[in-house]
């Protein structure tokens, strides 16, 4: 057979293929598109945009107009926005009592500052520990590197809950610690850890650890070694030559991991609750009391689109020296 | 040309009193089983330029690396100006390196770069500007103070790891492979102006390179490279017209190397017969071979003559053979000649004359091949 003749079933299947290669819905789609002016990157890049559309800023509408509606015994339990005056008028009622009754209540300042001074420390422990660890990775032999980065991924496989719940066993009056501790006869009493601010930071900075390390060992492993013994051939101590060519050389990463540190921990709210004292008051907490418990959707909108803004600031400098960093290596 | 001048003044190796500069003394470095460096000595004496020519994995890189304290060797010291240094680590070793990458300081501009060595000494703020601008001027880069290094030319990059690795003024100055980032007319330009730079400031140069050519340009004295081990130590002419091994010979430059046997052995000639080449032959020098060894005839392509009649005079140093291939190169021509054992001769001929004046051989043509007594060198290993 020579590659299908024309009676031939190959030559059916070839053609039809063809076809569907010349006709087919693909071509189509793609012809429509050129004749309107786009190209098929106009289509893929496309596809972030509607999802950013459909799932942030369809969402951050909604909460934003259920922020300025008022409170109601109904379902939704908020005053529509618009509403029919007549037949043919539409009144728009606006209300910004609940920003500023947040003002006015120090609960919700304090539960930001308490938040961000949380996430804050956590941050910082977190820098303190994944830097040298990521350090560590970056700088073993080339085959132990994988391992050791999978052994930091390796809490992901269980869920989170169940990792908090962990950290109770452990850190409880007759957990894994105070019995060793007692057994050992080091402490008569069992020393209080749970529902302190000592078990929300460990179960933080536990939970959110592998964020930091991971951008942290993607920057030091690009880091040059030749630097560091240029540096040290110049007369520069190791310490010194960390501060002064390692640590700036990793500023993207270290800015990184603090960012996807700070910002969940700043909302977080399963840790305190399930960690931390009666007198964590975290915004997350907050936030919930305020939907499921006072069922105030209108103030916990409020509550939500502050927080919203409040974590813009870090994620706007964080772009900007992202930006910075691209046009220093291009 | 580039070379210094073969007087007494600048060859302090041949002078027995002579203190050397750096003294390395039986180096090892073993990284698991693999012998990086395999028992290396090596003198080297002060305002030398002295380079480290081998293949890549040659080890020289490694001895390098040891002189600057980035390696510590696994046997073995190393002595600079007196003091022994195997322990002392490299920020304290009165050395400084350029690397290859250059590794140039990429967050830090061309004078922050250049002043960083100074920074580390605590030298006042002032002294630091104005020695960063003699060196920058010596380096020809003075206009280029606030850029950063992503902004400078691959030349331009060389010149300011330069000046850094000089800033401190270091008795030694260790250089690897500095000029192979560059193409071959700037690398050219740069091997003189480091000759230039080397004689202003005295500094003692150790320069790891793979080519031959930048090492003949260079260097005081060569030290070639093989395994691990340094094969050979001389001045480039030494390396070049005196080969002592068939892997120096066939290292540096294009040689023809043929197999054979010595049938005549005075204190000032030998006389090699070779199936290769043959017939027997005169070299004019003596060698320190067992009768009846296999030794190794070495004949540089450009020594050979090549000739449509037989050359007059006696019958020593001449074959015949049929020209195989030719290749026009401008400034000389190579000709692939095949004896008739089959073998093939390399000769290149300078193109004195303008080509096409029909004298000069075409392929096929029969030639006869002859060369001075003096030329060939035997080898015994």
Known sequence: MQGGGPRGKPFLLGELLAWIRAHGPWRWASAELSARGYSGRTLVTAVPYLWLLLFFLVPFLIVLKISVSEIRLAMPPYEPLFTWISDNVVGLRINFENYAFLLKDSLYWKSFLNSISTAAISTVICLLIGYPMAYGIARSPAGWRNLLLLLVMLPFWTSFLLRVYAWIGILKNNGVINNVLMALGIVDEPIVMLQTNFAMYIGIVYSYLPFMVLPLYTAVEKLDNSLLEAAADLGCRPVKAFFRITVPLTKAGIIAGCMLVFIPAVGEFVIPALLGGPDALMIGRVLWEEFFNNRDWPVASAVAIVMLFVLVIPIMIYQRSQGQQLGAHR | MANPRPDQKNEPWKDPG????????????????????????????????????????????????????????????????????????????????????????????????????????????????????????????????????????????????????????????????????????????????????????????????????????????????????????????????????????????????????????????????????????????????????????????????????????????????????????????????????????????????????????????????????????????
Not at chain 2, 86 to 100: A, D, I, K, L
Not at chain 2, 109 to 136: P, Y
Request: charged share 25%; hydrophobic share 40%.
């Open chain 2, 18 to 381: 002579a203190q050397p500069y750096v003294r390395l003394e039986k180096l090892t470095k073993k990284f698991g089983d693999f012998v990086a460096v395999d028992d290396v000595s090596l003198n080297i004496y002060r305002g030398e330029i002295f380079c480290l020519l081998g293949g890549s994995g040659s080890g020289k890189t490694t001895l390098l690396r040891m002189m600057a304290g980035f390696e510590r060797p696994t046997e073995g010291r190393i002595w600079i100006d007196g003091t022994d240094v195997t322990g002392t680590p490299p920020y304290e070793r009165p050395v400084n390196m350029m690397f290859q990458s250059y590794a140039l300081f990429p967050h830090m501009n061309v004078q922050k770069n250049v002043a960083f060595g100074l920074r580390q000494d605590k030298v006042s703020a002032g002294e630091i500007d104005e020695r960063v601008m003699d060196i920058l001027k010596l380096v020809r880069m003075e206009s280029f103070v606030k850029r950063m290094p992503h902004q400078l030319s691959g030349g331009q990059r060389q010149r300011i790891a330069l000046a850094r690795a000089l800033i401190k003024r270091p008795k030694l100055l260790l250089l690897d492979e500095p000029l192979a980032a560059l193409d071959k007319k700037l690398r050219e330009h740069t091997q003189f102006e480091l000759l230039n730079i080397q004689d202003k400031l005295g500094v003692t140069f150790v320069v790891v390179t793979h080519d031959q050519e930048e090492a003949m340009t260079l260097a005081s004295r060569i030290g070639v490279m093989n395994h691990g081990e340094i094969v050979q130590i001389g001045t480039p002419t030494d390396i070049y017209e005196y080969p002592g091994s068939r892997f120096v010979a066939d290292f540096i430059g294009s040689v023809n190397l043929f197999e054979g046997r010595i049938v005549e052995d005075e204190p000032d000639y030998v006389r090699v017969t070779s199936d290769e080449l043959g017939g027997s032959f005169h070299v004019g020098h003596g060698v320190s071979a067992a009768p009846d060894a296999i030794v190794w005839v070495a004949l540089r392509p450009e020594k050979i003559l090549l000739s449509r009649e037989r050359p007059d005079g006696d019958g020593d140093n001449r074959v015949e053979g049929v020209v195989a291939e030719v290749a026009y190169r401008g400034d000389q021509s190579i000709f692939l000649v095949k004896l008739a054992s089959g073998r093939q001769m390399r000769v290149t001929m300078p193109n004195t004359l303008r080509q096409g004046d029909g004298d000069r051989f075409r392929w096929d043509d029969r030639v006869w091949l002859s060369w001075d007594s003096s030329s060939p060198v035997v080898v015994t290993q």
